[in-house]
C-alpha cells in the first residue's frame, strides 16, 4: 500500500456510517490497492476470494432485487444489534451473496470486516488478518458460505468466529515479534553507542528514539519521509539520524529512485512480515507443520 493512498482508505474504511457511495468508492479504491499485502492474483484465481469456487456456484439475486437488498445491508451495517464479530460475519456473506459487483466483490467483502471491526473498536487502525486466514482456509469457506446459502447461519458464524481467533492469535504473534524487536534494536544502538564513545543511552527525545519507534509501521524510509513523520524541519538532522541507525546495523541504504534519491530499509520488519503472511498461508499457520500451500507467498529471506 502505497503511503499516498493511506488516507483516502481509511477515510472509508474508519466511516462511522456507510452508503451507496462508500461501497462504490470502496470498490474502486481495493481495485488499485490490496489490503495488508494481500496478494491478488487475478489470472491464476490462486488467492482472490472474489473468483473462488463458491462465486461461480452463486447464482446472485435478480437485479431489480439488489437496491433493496442493499439498503437493507448497508442498515444492519452500520447498526449494532449483534455482537461485532457476529456482525462482520453476517454482513461479509451477505456481500457476498448479493454479489452486486460485475468484479471486485471479493475485496469489497473484506474491506467491510476490516471496516466493521474497526467502527466496532474491536481493531484499530491495523488491519486484523481475517480474510488471509479465510483464503487459507478456502475449502472450509466456500462450505461455510454455502450453508449460509442454505439457511445454516450459525455454522457459518462458528467459522469465521474461528477464523477470527487464528487471526487475532498470528496477529499477537506478530506484535510480540515487533515488541522484541525494537527491544533488540535499542541495545544495538546503544552497544554502537559505547564502541563509538559515548557513555550515555539513547535519549527518549532524541530523532534517533523517535525513528526507532516509527520504523515498524514504516520499515523503508527517506530523509523526506523522516522530516514529515518526525516533524523535522532540518534535513541534516534527518540524514543524520538515519545515517547513524544504518551504522548501528539497523537500517540498510540504498538508491531507490531517481537523482540518487536513498531509501533506508529496515529489512528486519520486512522478514517479520513475510514469515508471518508465510504462517498464513500455512493450513496449519505453521510453516513447521505445513508448507504454505494456495497462494503466492514471499520467499524465504536469508538473515
Not at 26 to 40: I, M, P
Not at 63 to 72: A, C, E, K, N, S
Not at 163 to 176: F, I, R, S, W
Not at 237 to 249: K, Q, V
Amino acid at each position: 500500500m502505497s503511503p499516498s493512498s493511506t488516507p483516502s482508505i481509511q477515510t472509508w474504511l474508519t466511516k462511522t456510517s456507510w452508503s451507496w457511495m462508500t461501497l462504490l468508492q470502496c470498490r474502486q479504491r481495493s481495485l488499485q490497492k490490496s489490503l495488508c499485502k494481500e496478494y491478488v492474483l487475478l489470472k491464476t484465481g490462486l488467492a482472490d476470494l472474489t473468483i473462488t469456487p463458491s462465486m461461480r456456484l452463486l447464482s446472485p439475486p435478480p437485479p431489480t432485487q439488489v437496491p433493496g437488498l442493499l439498503d437493507d445491508l448497508i442498515e444492519y451495517f452500520n447498526g449494532a444489534d449483534h455482537a461485532a464479530l457476529v456482525q462482520a460475519a453476517l454482513v461479509h456473506a451477505q456481500f457476498e451473496t448479493i454479489h452486486p459487483f460485475p468484479d471486485g466483490n471479493g475485496r469489497v467483502g473484506r474491506a467491510m470486516i476490516h471496516a466493521l471491526l474497526q467502527r466496532r473498536g474491536l481493531t484499530d487502525a491495523a488491519v486484523l488478518p481475517v480474510s488471509m486466514v479465510l483464503a487459507t482456509l478456502g475449502d472450509r469457506y466456500v462450505d461455510g458460505l454455502t450453508k449460509f446459502r442454505e439457511g445454516d447461519v450459525l455454522a457459518w458464524i462458528s467459522f469465521f468466529v474461528e477464523a477470527a481467533q487464528v487471526a487475532t492469535t498470528k496477529a499477537a504473534e506478530l506484535a510480540d515479534s515487533v515488541a522484541a524487536l525494537e527491544a533488540e534494536w535499542m541495545d544495538k544502538v546503544n552497544h554502537h553507542r559505547t564502541a563509538q564513545g559515548s557513555k550515555r543511552a539513547l535519549k527518549s527525545n532524541s530523532t534517533e528514539f523517535q525513528l526507532l519507534k516509527k520504523l515498524p509501521a514504516m520499515p523503508l524510509v527517506t530523509v523526506s519521509i523522516v522530516k514529515s513523520e518526525l516533524g523535522i524541519s532540518s534535513t541534516s538532522t534527518a540524514r543524520d539520524a538515519l545515517d547513524s541507525l544504518t551504522d548501528a546495523g539497523i537500517l540498510r541504504k540504498k538508491v531507490i529512485g531517481a537523482g540518487g534519491l536513498l531509501g533506508y530499509f529496515a529489512d528486519d520488519v520486512f522478514m517479520l512480515v513475510d514469515d508471518a503472511e508465510r504462517q498464513l498461508a500455512s493450513t496449519q499457520f505453521n510453516t513447521r507443520l505445513s508448507p504454505p500451500t494456495g497462494r503466492a507467498v514471499p520467499a524465504l529471506r536469508d538473515k
